[in-house]
Protein backbone atom coordinates (compact mmCIF):
# COMPACT_ATOMS: atom_id res chain seq x y z
CA UNK A 1 0.00 0.00 0.00
CA UNK A 2 2.95 2.77 0.70
CA UNK A 3 4.56 1.65 -2.58
CA UNK A 4 1.35 2.41 -3.97
CA UNK A 5 0.90 5.95 -2.71
CA UNK A 6 4.40 6.80 -3.30
CA UNK A 7 4.40 6.16 -6.86
CA UNK A 8 0.55 8.08 -7.02
CA UNK A 9 2.35 10.84 -5.24
CA UNK A 10 5.08 11.29 -7.81
CA UNK A 11 2.83 10.58 -10.14
CA UNK A 12 0.72 13.71 -9.04
CA UNK A 13 3.18 16.05 -7.75
CA UNK A 14 4.16 18.75 -9.98
CA UNK A 15 5.54 22.14 -8.58
CA UNK A 16 8.16 24.64 -9.27
CA UNK A 17 9.20 25.19 -5.63
CA UNK A 18 9.91 22.99 -2.50
CA UNK A 19 6.89 20.75 -1.17
CA UNK A 20 6.35 18.89 2.59
CA UNK A 21 3.86 16.47 2.18
CA UNK A 22 2.99 14.10 5.24
CA UNK A 23 0.76 11.05 4.00
CA UNK A 24 -0.87 9.19 6.77
CA UNK A 25 -1.67 5.42 6.80
CA UNK A 26 -4.74 4.47 8.49
CA UNK A 27 -5.91 0.87 9.92
CA UNK A 28 -9.48 -0.13 11.14
CA UNK A 29 -9.70 4.23 11.56
CA UNK A 30 -6.18 4.34 13.80
CA UNK A 31 -3.14 6.21 12.41
CA UNK A 32 -0.39 3.38 12.07
CA UNK A 33 2.12 5.39 9.54
CA UNK A 34 3.36 8.14 8.62
CA UNK A 35 5.62 9.33 5.48
CA UNK A 36 7.16 12.56 4.77
CA UNK A 37 8.49 12.92 1.36
CA UNK A 38 10.22 16.28 0.08
CA UNK A 39 9.56 16.97 -3.50
CA UNK A 40 12.12 19.65 -5.73
CA UNK A 41 11.76 21.05 -8.77
CA UNK A 42 10.18 17.42 -9.69
CA UNK A 43 12.75 15.88 -8.17
CA UNK A 44 11.53 13.25 -5.16
CA UNK A 45 13.95 12.42 -2.44
CA UNK A 46 13.45 10.14 0.23
CA UNK A 47 15.01 11.31 3.84
CA UNK A 48 17.47 8.81 3.74
CA UNK A 49 18.80 10.07 0.33
CA UNK A 50 21.24 12.66 -0.31
CA UNK A 51 21.79 15.01 -3.64
CA UNK A 52 24.60 14.51 -5.80
CA UNK A 53 27.56 16.49 -6.26
CA UNK A 54 26.75 18.08 -9.23
CA UNK A 55 23.19 19.33 -8.27
CA UNK A 56 24.88 20.99 -5.05
CA UNK A 57 27.42 22.74 -7.23
CA UNK A 58 24.24 23.90 -9.83
CA UNK A 59 22.92 24.97 -6.97
CA UNK A 60 25.72 27.15 -5.24
CA UNK A 61 26.27 28.65 -8.68
CA UNK A 62 22.75 29.68 -8.67
CA UNK A 63 23.28 30.95 -5.46
CA UNK A 64 26.39 32.85 -6.72
CA UNK A 65 24.35 34.24 -10.04
CA UNK A 66 21.83 36.24 -7.55
CA UNK A 67 22.96 39.55 -6.77
CA UNK A 68 21.10 42.16 -4.29
CA UNK A 69 20.84 45.95 -5.77
CA UNK A 70 20.85 48.26 -3.21
CA UNK A 71 18.64 51.47 -4.92
CA UNK A 72 19.51 53.90 -1.78
CA UNK A 73 23.30 53.67 -2.40
CA UNK A 74 22.95 54.28 -5.88
CA UNK A 75 21.22 57.76 -5.26
CA UNK A 76 22.64 60.83 -6.30
CA UNK A 77 20.20 63.61 -4.57
CA UNK A 78 20.11 62.07 -1.09
CA UNK A 79 17.67 63.81 1.34
CA UNK A 80 13.96 63.73 1.82
CA UNK A 81 12.26 63.88 -1.14
CA UNK A 82 14.34 61.13 -2.76
CA UNK A 83 13.71 58.95 -0.12
CA UNK A 84 10.13 59.39 0.10
CA UNK A 85 10.23 59.12 -3.89
CA UNK A 86 12.15 55.72 -3.85
CA UNK A 87 9.26 54.22 -1.30
CA UNK A 88 6.42 55.21 -3.38
CA UNK A 89 8.04 53.36 -6.36
CA UNK A 90 8.65 50.34 -4.73
CA UNK A 91 4.74 50.42 -2.81
CA UNK A 92 3.31 51.07 -6.91
CA UNK A 93 6.24 48.79 -8.84
CA UNK A 94 4.07 45.43 -7.23
CA UNK A 95 0.44 45.12 -6.04
CA UNK A 96 1.35 41.86 -3.77
CA UNK A 97 4.87 43.93 -2.00
CA UNK A 98 6.88 41.01 -2.66
CA UNK A 99 10.00 41.23 -0.31
CA UNK A 100 8.42 44.27 1.73
CA UNK A 101 10.19 43.74 4.89
CA UNK A 102 13.69 43.43 3.28
CA UNK A 103 13.06 46.57 1.38
CA UNK A 104 12.14 48.20 5.20
CA UNK A 105 15.36 46.81 6.67
CA UNK A 106 17.19 48.12 3.96
CA UNK A 107 15.67 51.62 4.35
CA UNK A 108 16.21 51.65 7.76
CA UNK A 109 20.24 51.38 6.91
CA UNK A 110 20.23 54.70 5.03
CA UNK A 111 18.02 57.01 6.97
CA UNK A 112 20.49 59.07 8.72
CA UNK A 113 22.51 59.02 5.24
CA UNK A 114 19.49 60.71 3.73
CA UNK A 115 19.11 62.84 6.88
CA UNK A 116 15.51 61.16 7.75
CA UNK A 117 15.99 59.73 11.21
CA UNK A 118 14.49 62.22 12.74
CA UNK A 119 11.54 63.02 10.24
CA UNK A 120 8.04 61.13 11.25
CA UNK A 121 6.94 61.05 7.87
CA UNK A 122 9.40 58.93 7.17
CA UNK A 123 8.66 56.11 9.56
CA UNK A 124 5.03 56.51 8.73
CA UNK A 125 5.86 55.71 5.24
CA UNK A 126 8.06 52.34 6.13
CA UNK A 127 5.24 51.32 8.25
CA UNK A 128 2.71 52.36 5.24
CA UNK A 129 4.22 49.94 2.98
CA UNK A 130 2.74 46.42 4.34
CA UNK A 131 -0.35 45.38 3.22
CA UNK A 132 -3.67 46.21 5.35
CA UNK A 133 -5.42 43.89 6.93
CA UNK A 134 -3.36 40.32 5.92
CA UNK A 135 -1.52 40.36 9.19
CA UNK A 136 -4.48 40.94 11.45
CA UNK A 137 -4.98 37.44 14.03
CA UNK A 138 -8.47 35.60 13.65
CA UNK A 139 -8.22 33.91 16.91
CA UNK A 140 -6.39 34.47 20.59
CA UNK A 141 -3.73 31.73 19.80
CA UNK A 142 -2.43 33.83 16.80
CA UNK A 143 -2.41 37.28 19.03
CA UNK A 144 0.18 35.47 21.62
CA UNK A 145 2.08 33.58 19.48
CA UNK A 146 2.93 36.35 17.18
CA UNK A 147 1.28 35.92 14.11
CA UNK A 148 3.40 36.47 11.12
CA UNK A 149 6.07 37.13 13.14
CA UNK A 150 8.73 38.46 10.83
CA UNK A 151 6.24 41.33 9.70
CA UNK A 152 5.68 41.92 13.20
CA UNK A 153 9.28 42.50 14.53
CA UNK A 154 10.68 44.22 11.58
CA UNK A 155 7.92 47.11 12.68
CA UNK A 156 8.99 46.95 15.81
CA UNK A 157 12.04 47.29 14.60
CA UNK A 158 11.41 50.35 13.21
CA UNK A 159 9.37 51.35 16.44
CA UNK A 160 12.40 50.89 18.18
CA UNK A 161 14.39 53.24 16.12
CA UNK A 162 12.45 56.14 16.27
CA UNK A 163 12.92 55.60 20.13
CA UNK A 164 16.54 55.63 20.53
CA UNK A 165 18.16 54.77 17.20
CA UNK A 166 20.55 52.27 18.60
CA UNK A 167 22.54 55.53 19.29
CA UNK A 168 24.50 57.03 22.35
CA UNK A 169 21.78 59.97 21.61
CA UNK A 170 18.07 59.97 22.33
CA UNK A 171 16.32 60.44 18.92
CA UNK A 172 13.28 61.24 20.51
CA UNK A 173 10.60 60.78 17.26
CA UNK A 174 7.24 60.88 18.93
CA UNK A 175 4.75 58.64 17.39
CA UNK A 176 0.93 60.35 16.19
CA UNK A 177 -2.65 59.01 16.59
CA UNK A 178 -2.21 58.45 13.07
CA UNK A 179 0.73 55.74 13.56
CA UNK A 180 -1.43 54.49 15.87
CA UNK A 181 -4.25 54.23 12.95
CA UNK A 182 -1.93 52.73 10.72
CA UNK A 183 -0.66 49.57 13.28
CA UNK A 184 -4.21 49.01 13.87
CA UNK A 185 -5.35 48.52 10.28
CA UNK A 186 -2.07 46.28 9.91
CA UNK A 187 -1.98 44.05 12.89
CA UNK A 188 -5.15 45.24 14.82
CA UNK A 189 -5.86 45.51 17.90
CA UNK A 190 -4.27 42.54 19.82
CA UNK A 191 -0.50 42.79 17.72
CA UNK A 192 2.73 43.29 19.01
CA UNK A 193 3.90 46.84 17.18
CA UNK A 194 0.69 48.31 18.81
CA UNK A 195 1.63 47.76 22.12
CA UNK A 196 5.10 48.91 21.25
CA UNK A 197 3.31 52.27 20.39
CA UNK A 198 0.99 52.07 23.29
CA UNK A 199 4.22 51.66 25.84
CA UNK A 200 6.52 54.92 23.26
CA UNK A 201 3.31 56.74 24.35
CA UNK A 202 3.13 56.15 27.51
CA UNK A 203 7.14 56.78 28.40
CA UNK A 204 8.48 59.12 25.63
CA UNK A 205 6.01 62.36 26.98
CA UNK A 206 7.02 61.72 30.15
CA UNK A 207 10.73 62.03 29.65
CA UNK A 208 10.32 64.32 26.73
CA UNK A 209 10.83 67.19 28.92
CA UNK A 210 12.41 65.41 31.92
CA UNK A 211 15.66 67.02 32.13
CA UNK A 212 16.44 70.10 34.05
CA UNK A 213 18.63 71.44 30.92
CA UNK A 214 16.52 72.00 28.67
CA UNK A 215 18.80 72.12 24.96
CA UNK A 216 17.16 73.50 21.66
CA UNK A 217 16.66 70.74 18.51
CA UNK A 218 18.17 70.85 16.64
CA UNK A 219 21.73 71.12 19.05
CA UNK A 220 23.34 74.40 17.25
CA UNK A 221 26.04 73.22 15.12
CA UNK A 222 28.46 76.67 15.69
CA UNK A 223 31.40 75.53 18.19
CA UNK A 224 31.26 78.53 20.31
CA UNK A 225 27.18 78.40 20.58
CA UNK A 226 28.13 74.98 21.63
CA UNK A 227 30.55 75.80 24.42
CA UNK A 228 28.15 78.73 25.72
CA UNK A 229 25.49 76.08 26.04
CA UNK A 230 28.00 73.42 27.81
CA UNK A 231 29.13 75.95 30.50
CA UNK A 232 26.33 77.38 31.33
CA UNK A 233 25.33 74.04 31.78
CA UNK A 234 28.06 72.83 34.06
CA UNK A 235 28.38 76.09 36.10
CA UNK A 236 24.30 76.03 36.59
CA UNK A 237 25.36 74.65 40.25
CA UNK A 238 25.66 77.88 41.28
CA UNK A 239 22.95 80.52 40.34
CA UNK A 240 25.26 83.79 40.67
CA UNK A 241 27.70 82.60 37.74
CA UNK A 242 28.87 84.48 35.00
CA UNK A 243 29.70 83.28 31.61
CA UNK A 244 31.85 85.39 29.59
CA UNK A 245 33.57 85.39 26.04
CA UNK A 246 36.91 86.52 25.77
CA UNK A 247 39.15 87.00 22.73
CA UNK A 248 42.72 86.03 23.03
CA UNK A 249 43.48 88.91 20.73
CA UNK A 250 42.50 91.28 23.21
CA UNK A 251 46.10 90.09 24.81
CA UNK A 252 49.32 91.95 23.16
CA UNK A 253 51.75 88.55 23.80
CA UNK A 254 48.84 86.31 22.36
CA UNK A 255 49.83 83.25 20.13
CA UNK A 256 46.33 82.68 19.13
CA UNK A 257 43.73 84.30 17.96
CA UNK A 258 40.59 82.32 19.08
CA UNK A 259 37.48 82.09 21.51
CA UNK A 260 37.43 81.64 25.36
CA UNK A 261 34.04 80.59 26.73
CA UNK A 262 34.25 81.44 31.13
CA UNK A 263 32.35 80.35 33.78
CA UNK A 264 33.12 81.69 37.07
CA UNK A 265 31.08 83.16 40.18
CA UNK A 266 31.92 85.50 43.06
CA UNK A 267 32.19 82.60 45.86
CA UNK A 268 34.92 81.39 43.17
CA UNK A 269 36.30 84.41 43.42
CA UNK A 270 36.52 84.46 47.17
CA UNK A 271 38.21 80.79 47.16
CA UNK A 272 40.74 82.04 44.50
CA UNK A 273 41.42 85.33 46.48
CA UNK A 274 42.15 83.18 49.56
CA UNK A 275 44.18 80.64 48.41
CA UNK A 276 47.78 80.22 49.86
CA UNK A 277 50.15 81.96 47.77
CA UNK A 278 52.73 79.21 47.75
CA UNK A 279 50.18 76.11 47.18
CA UNK A 280 49.43 76.44 43.26
CA UNK A 281 46.58 75.85 41.28
CA UNK A 282 46.07 73.32 38.14
CA UNK A 283 44.24 73.53 34.85
CA UNK A 284 43.11 69.95 34.19
CA UNK A 285 41.67 68.74 30.73
CA UNK A 286 40.24 68.42 28.39
CA UNK A 287 36.82 66.88 30.15
CA UNK A 288 34.20 65.63 27.78
CA UNK A 289 30.64 66.76 27.61
CA UNK A 290 27.84 65.44 25.15
CA UNK A 291 24.85 67.79 24.05
CA UNK A 292 22.67 65.50 22.71
CA UNK A 293 24.96 64.67 19.50
CA UNK A 294 27.71 66.65 19.33
CA UNK A 295 30.20 66.89 22.25
CA UNK A 296 32.16 69.91 23.68
CA UNK A 297 35.84 69.49 25.41
CA UNK A 298 36.27 72.09 28.70
CA UNK A 299 39.00 72.47 31.25
CA UNK A 300 38.74 73.31 34.60
CA UNK A 301 40.88 75.54 37.10
CA UNK A 302 41.31 73.75 40.48
CA UNK A 303 43.06 73.49 43.69
CA UNK A 304 44.06 71.10 46.66
CA UNK A 305 40.86 70.35 48.85
CA UNK A 306 40.89 72.03 52.20
CA UNK A 307 41.81 69.38 55.02
CA UNK A 308 38.79 69.24 57.41
CA UNK A 309 38.52 70.33 60.75
CA UNK A 310 39.77 67.03 63.29
CA UNK A 311 37.37 66.32 66.03
CA UNK A 312 39.82 66.87 69.87
CA UNK A 313 37.58 63.81 71.11
CA UNK A 314 39.73 60.38 71.31
CA UNK A 315 37.45 57.30 71.11
CA UNK A 316 40.41 55.08 73.33
CA UNK A 317 40.01 58.00 76.10
CA UNK A 318 38.05 55.75 78.99
CA UNK A 319 38.60 58.25 81.44
CA UNK A 320 34.40 59.02 80.39
CA UNK A 321 33.01 56.30 80.54
CA UNK A 322 29.39 56.77 79.71
CA UNK A 323 27.12 53.80 81.23
CA UNK A 324 24.29 53.70 77.50
CA UNK A 325 21.72 52.05 79.95
CA UNK A 326 21.43 55.03 82.41
CA UNK A 327 22.12 58.06 79.96
CA UNK A 328 21.40 58.65 76.72
CA UNK A 329 24.94 59.11 74.17
CA UNK A 330 25.00 62.59 72.84
CA UNK A 331 26.01 63.30 69.56
CA UNK A 332 29.50 65.24 69.74
CA UNK A 333 29.46 68.11 67.29
CA UNK A 334 32.39 70.53 66.23
CA UNK A 335 31.95 73.93 64.89
CA UNK A 336 33.30 74.59 61.16
CA UNK A 337 32.64 76.82 58.27
CA UNK A 338 29.73 75.45 55.86
CA UNK A 339 31.87 74.44 52.60
CA UNK A 340 30.65 75.63 49.29
CA UNK A 341 29.46 74.02 46.65
CA UNK A 342 32.58 74.50 44.93
CA UNK A 343 34.41 73.09 47.71
CA UNK A 344 34.86 69.37 47.40
CA UNK A 345 36.59 65.99 48.65
CA UNK A 346 38.83 66.15 45.16
CA UNK A 347 39.27 69.59 45.16
CA UNK A 348 38.27 72.80 45.09
CA UNK A 349 36.82 74.33 41.58
CA UNK A 350 37.74 78.05 40.84
CA UNK A 351 36.74 78.18 37.47
CA UNK A 352 35.61 76.63 34.35
CA UNK A 353 36.65 77.13 30.64
CA UNK A 354 36.03 75.63 26.88
CA UNK A 355 38.45 76.97 24.19
CA UNK A 356 38.30 77.14 20.35
CA UNK A 357 41.92 75.14 19.87
CA UNK A 358 41.40 73.32 23.24
CA UNK A 359 45.66 74.26 23.07
CA UNK A 360 47.96 75.14 25.92
CA UNK A 361 48.25 78.47 24.67
CA UNK A 362 44.91 79.54 24.73
CA UNK A 363 44.86 78.01 28.10
CA UNK A 364 47.48 80.13 29.07
CA UNK A 365 45.63 83.38 27.57
CA UNK A 366 42.37 82.52 29.92
CA UNK A 367 44.60 82.45 32.93
CA UNK A 368 46.22 86.18 32.26
CA UNK A 369 42.41 87.16 31.70
CA UNK A 370 41.37 85.76 34.69
CA UNK A 371 43.64 87.71 36.51
CA UNK A 372 42.82 91.20 34.83
CA UNK A 373 38.94 90.31 35.56
CA UNK A 374 38.86 90.90 39.35
CA UNK A 375 41.39 87.74 39.90
CA UNK A 376 44.87 89.53 40.75
CA UNK A 377 45.94 86.39 42.72
CA UNK A 378 46.75 84.55 40.07
CA UNK A 379 49.72 86.45 39.33
CA UNK A 380 51.39 85.58 42.81
CA UNK A 381 50.10 81.99 42.88
CA UNK A 382 51.73 79.31 40.59
CA UNK A 383 49.73 77.43 37.84
CA UNK A 384 50.46 73.67 36.73
CA UNK A 385 49.21 72.72 33.61
CA UNK A 386 47.90 68.60 33.67
CA UNK A 387 46.30 68.11 30.26
CA UNK A 388 45.96 64.76 28.14
CA UNK A 389 48.09 65.32 25.38
CA UNK A 390 47.28 65.78 22.24
CA UNK A 391 44.41 68.27 22.78
CA UNK A 392 42.72 68.82 19.30
CA UNK A 393 40.40 71.74 18.13
CA UNK A 394 37.28 71.72 19.63
CA UNK A 395 34.57 71.05 17.27
CA UNK A 396 30.91 69.59 17.35
CA UNK A 397 31.74 65.91 17.16
CA UNK A 398 29.15 63.30 15.80
CA UNK A 399 28.58 60.50 18.36
CA UNK A 400 30.01 57.67 15.87
CA UNK A 401 32.95 58.95 15.29
CA UNK A 402 35.48 57.96 18.09
CA UNK A 403 37.71 59.81 20.57
CA UNK A 404 41.06 59.39 20.22
CA UNK A 405 42.20 61.44 22.57
CA UNK A 406 40.26 60.07 25.47
CA UNK A 407 42.66 57.16 26.19
CA UNK A 408 45.99 59.49 26.27
CA UNK A 409 48.09 59.78 29.75
CA UNK A 410 48.25 63.03 31.23
CA UNK A 411 51.24 64.98 31.41
CA UNK A 412 52.31 66.72 34.52
Known sequence: ?????????????????????????????LPCHSLIYIVVSHNFIKPSCRPSSSHSENDKKTEQAVVIRDIFQDAEDKDKNTYLAMIQIFVQRDVH??????????????????????????????????PKGKFIPTNIFQAEFMHYPKQQQCIIDVLEMMEDNGKLYFNGVMPDREMETMLLNIFGNKGHPLRKYWRMMYWMPKFKNLSPWPLPNPVPNDSLELAKLGIQRITSVDLQTTVVTYQTADLEDSLEDTWIVSGQSPKQKELLGSHQRNMPVYIEGPFRLWLRNLSINYFIMRADPKPRPRSAYDPDDVTSLKIPFFSEPKERKEVAAVRSVHEQDE????????????????????????????????????????????????????SDKTDSTSDDKPNS
Open 1 to 29: MELALQQALINHVSSNSAQFIMILVFVNG
Open 97 to 130: RRGHVEFIYSAMKHMEEFHVHKDLEAYKSLIDIL
Open 347 to 398: GTILAVCATGTSSRDSLLSWVRLQEGDGNPALSEVPVLFKLRSPAGDVVPEN
